[in-house]
C-alpha cells in the first residue's frame, strides 16, 4: 500500500488532475479529502470519459467524470481479500480507509489483479 495518495476537489479541471498524476507518478486521483472519499478518477477515466468523447481538460472537472462511490478497503482486511475485490471488479488501483472511514492510502497492484494474489498469505491491506 502507498501512503502517499493524491487527492483534488471535485471542481479541479482533468488538466490539473493530469498534471497531478505526472507529478506523483500515479495513475489515480482520489477525489475528496481524507475525510470524506466521494470518487475515484483514473488516467483511463480522463482518455474514455473527456478525451475521446471531445471534452475540454481544461473545462471539464473532476466531478462530472469521477467514479462515484469507489469500491474501497480496510487497512486491517486481509490482503487476499482486496485483491479479490480488485480482480471482480477489474481495476488495479483501489482507495484504503482507516478504521474511522479516513483515507490512509491506496493499494496498487502492477499487472493483472490474479497475479498480484499469489503468495500474498494472511498479509493486510495495509
Do not use: H
Not at 36 to 47: A, E, K, N, Y
Not at 77 to 100: N, S, T, Y
Amino acid at each position: 500500500m502507498s501512503r502517499a495518495t493524491a487527492t483534488a476537489g471535485t471542481n479541479t479541471p482533468i488538466r490539473s488532475i493530469a498534471r497531478i498524476m505526472q507529478q506523483q507518478n500515479t495513475g489515480a486521483v482520489v477525489i475528496g479529502s481524507r475525510d470524506c472519499l466521494l470518487g475515484i478518477l483514473t488516467d483511463r477515466d480522463i482518455v474514455i470519459r473527456v478525451l475521446a468523447a471531445g471534452g475540454d481538460p481544461a473545462t471539464v472537472t473532476a466531478g462530472e467524470v469521477m467514479t462515484r462511490n469507489p469500491v474501497y478497503c480496510s487497512a486491517d482486511e486481509p490482503l487476499d481479500d482486496a485483491v479479490f475485490l480488485m480482480e471482480i471488479g477489474r481495476f488495479r488501483q483501489m482507495p484504503v480507509l482507516d478504521g474511522k472511514g479516513r483515507l490512509c492510502g491506496m493499494l496498487r497492484l502492477g499487472g493483472e489483479p490474479q497475479r498480484a494474489a499469489q503468495g500474498q498469505g494472511s498479509e493486510s491491506a495495509a
